[in-house]
């Protein structure tokens, strides 16, 4: 059984349909951010790469074929239809890293109808978990203000596979390190740690348990000073760093109560033992709001942790995405049902200076000094190049980030941007729209429909 199976049933019953009434012609998905969640001026487009992997190895066998007749209750022959069947369509994207708004597609699926619907649940899972943690880890970095972020989420992110896309969402979006070992290494970015609270427990007292840990560790040291007693801690590594002449690279960590103040106290501490090279970390339930609040009041804090409401994205864990049929056989198609009309036919968004996203038509030209978003990343089910890297993605992330109004980037209260539609689009959807409504009434007085 392979990854092909990680799919809502209704995608196998609708792909058996279509290859039973031999409705095989090029469809195409548009997937999609309806609205943003509550505090956030913009999303950050993650996912595709996983996307991609899924697509390029995408084949129906044996197994999955039945892994679905099981879970229909149907003999395993009824789905036969469905066994040796690949993706061999297209998938036109707007890169990782890129900044994006509500009602710009992230990604476009162009397929034979059955290929293009077995694709919806996992594109849908990957580009949604991602984007939601990598506009939330964008955010830590925006409250930092130049100051060093690290990701801490590993032990509280809904597994590992999560956490592992958590340490390169962040490492995207410029996190300067991370916990997690395992992406430390395929990522090949910094791994950064301390010791637990338990690690002082186990000793007499703090003085032997930071001693320990030097010998332990010839480098650069940082020690966890809130065990106990927080301004005693600080005075005891104060002490152990000034008596082994450690300095230059270490830290103290401070993981709970009033980090604000308890930072002021412990760089007088720090400073008044000639330390002052040893800089604060802080850890401990904080996010962009907490890191926001004590940069802006001025804490002296060097390094800011952040892990379990980053990982999860907390306070917007979802985005309310969508995968929509926009086009099937050369005719645009368009959904109608109450507070969730869709716009018909392929899209590509323009970007201009200083001005909002145009989302129009795929054929369109380019408004004057606008960059097109969406590009083609695979065409007949392959790739077509080389996987992106993360370090690519930060690149774009940093420069659309310098792009964005001010607005946009405020932690407290932040206005999004609001795309607007190109005349063609509005045409195009004023029209489909408007042949939808009369085959409707048509059908509703019993006058055949052409």
Aim: include cysteine; aromatic fraction near 6%; proline fraction near 6%.
């Amino acid at each position: 059984m392979s990854d092909v199976t990680t799919t809502d049933l209704y995608e196998v019953t609708m792909a058996m349909s279509y290859l039973r009434e031999d409705m095989r012609s090029p469809a195409t998905f548009s997937l999609f951010v309806r609205g943003l969640p509550p505090g956030r001026g913009f999303l950050v487009a993650a996912g595709l790469e996983a996307a991609l992997d899924f697509l390029s190895g995408y084949h129906v066998e044996r197994q999955d074929v039945e892994c679905f007749a099981d879970a229909l209750r149907r003999p395993a022959r009824d789905l036969e239809p469905l066994l040796g069947l690949s993706f061999e369509g297209e998938v036109r994207a707007v890169p990782e890293g890129r900044v994006v708004f509500a009602g710009e597609p992230l990604l476009e699926v162009t397929a034979s109808l059955p290929q293009a619907q077995l694709a919806e649940t996992y594109l849908l899972n990957q580009l949604c978990h991602q984007t939601a943690v990598a506009s939330k880890a964008a955010r830590c970095v925006l409250a930092a203000a130049g100051r060093p972020v690290v990701d801490f989420s590993l032990r509280r992110t809904h597994g590992p596979w999560a956490g592992l896309q958590a340490a390169r969402l962040g490492a995207l979006t410029g996190f300067a390190g991370t916990s997690n070992v395992a992406a430390a290494t395929a990522l090949g970015v910094p791994a950064s740690g301390t010791m637990a609270h338990s690690y002082i427990e186990a000793f007499p007292g703090e003085e032997d348990a930071f001693r320990a840990f030097a010998r332990a560790h010839s480098g650069p040291v940082t020690f966890l000073v809130d065990t106990y007693d927080t301004e005693e801690g600080v005075r005891v590594a104060a002490r152990v760093l000034t008596e082994l002449r450690r300095g230059l690279g270490c830290a103290i960590r401070l993981d709970s109560g009033d980090l604000d103040a308890l930072s002021r106290r412990a760089r007088a501490v720090l400073d008044a033992a000639g330390l002052t090279d040893v800089r604060i970390v802080a850890s401990g339930g904080l996010d962009e709001y907490g890191v926001d609040r004590l940069v802006r009041a001025g804490a002296p804090i060097d390094v800011y942790a952040v892990g379990t409401r980053v990982g999860v994205a907390a306070d917007a864990p979802y985005l309310d995405a969508a995968y929509k049929l926009v086009e099937y056989d050369g005719r645009p198609m368009m959904k109608l049902s109450s507070a969730k009309v869709t716009d018909p036919g392929r899209k590509q968004v323009f970007r201009r200076p200083g001005q909002p996203d145009v989302i129009a038509l795929a054929g369109e030209r380019a408004p004057d000094s606008a960059r097109p978003l969406l590009r083609t990343v695979m065409r007949g089910g392959r790739r077509t190049s080389a996987p992106d890297t993360w370090q690519d993605a930060r690149g774009r992330f940093r420069d659309d980030l310098a792009g964005l109004p001010a607005r946009a980037r405020r932690i407290e209260d932040p206005e999004p941007v609001v795309p607007v539609r190109s005349e063609a689009l509005q045409r195009l959807t004023a029209s489909v729209r408007a042949g939808i409504e009369a085959r409707l009434r048509a059908t509703s007085a019993g006058t055949p429909v052409s």
